[in-house]
T-cell receptor, first 110, second 114 residues
Framework: EDQVTQSPEALRLQEGESSSLNCSYTVSGLRGLFWYRQDPGKGPEFLFT???AGEEKEKERLKATLTKKESFLHITAPKPEDSATYLC???????????FGTGTRLTIIP | DVKVTQSSRYLVKRTGEKVFLECVQD?????MFWYRQDPGLGLRLIYFSYDVKMKEKGDIPEGYSVSREKKERFSLILESASTNQTSMYLC?????????????FGPGTRLTVL
């Protein structure tokens, strides 16, 4: 059974203080790993898909990386508008379903 | 831009009522999904559909049914609502893709069952 564990559950940073969020996963065969951003009361917003170990993707202050066991979402010099819950999900080969972690709630303090 | 819309942002129903949640996507996507999201439990898949009139059970289908009569529309039905079905309901759609199926989500429906 696929499993996804995200850490920490919550993270408070000062504006400009860089950090990383972790997503550890267990799948029999990774088809894709997904990162989403979710604002309170809204649906998840797609950020990145990573397919294989060593792959990296960037968008503004966010960079996602992937190894065979985990993914990191690095946030560089964050701003208050980066405050949100960040969700990680994995998809197994031969499976349309995604398995989600419970998310990291990120708060950026001005 | 992919657009997934859900019929209501907030809904309040009474125990035993039949509840319909509607989802529409405008990108001609093959696959559509219904999730519920609860604090501490994350997103859990209720049902999904990979074609018109096709449906597959997800991880928590009990108490729910679905309907997909047209490609762009996927409905979630609570036959007899119960208080433990109070939750945030999220619809998603994805195109068939050679490598993987990125799912795009709607804004969600916050359902309260009294």
């Amino acid at each position: 059974e696929d499993q996804v564990t995200q850490s920490p559950e919550a993270l408070r940073l000062q504006e400009g203080e860089s950090s990383s969020l972790n997503c550890s996963y267990t799948v029999s065969g990774l088809r894709g790993l997904f990162w989403y951003r979710q604002d309170p009361g809204k649906g998840p917003e797609f950020l990145f898909t990573l397919y294989s170990a060593g792959e990296e993707k960037e968008k503004e202050r966010l960079k996602a990386t992937l190894t065979k066991k985990e993914s990191f979402l690095h946030i560089t010099a964050p701003k208050p508008e980066d405050s949100a819950t960040y969700l990680c999900a994995v998809q197994d080969f031969g499976n349309e379903k995604l398995t989600f972690g419970t998310g990291t709630r990120l708060t950026i303090i001005p | 831009d992919v657009k997934v819309t859900q019929s209501s942002r907030y809904l309040v129903k009474r125990t035993g009522e039949k509840v319909f949640l509607e989802c529409v996507q405008d990108m001609d996507h093959e696959n559509m999904f219904w999730y519920r999201q609860d604090p501490g439990l994350g997103l859990r898949l209720i049902y999904f559909s990979y074609d018109v009139k096709m449906k597959e059970k997800g991880d928590i289908p009990e108490g729910y049914s679905v309907s997909r009569e047209k490609k762009e529309r996927f409905s979630l039905i609570l036959e007899s609502a119960s208080t433990n079905q109070t939750s945030m309901y999220l619809c998603a759609s994805s195109p068939p893709d050679r490598l993987t199926d990125t799912q795009y989500f709607g804004p969600g429906t916050r359902l309260t069952v009294l």
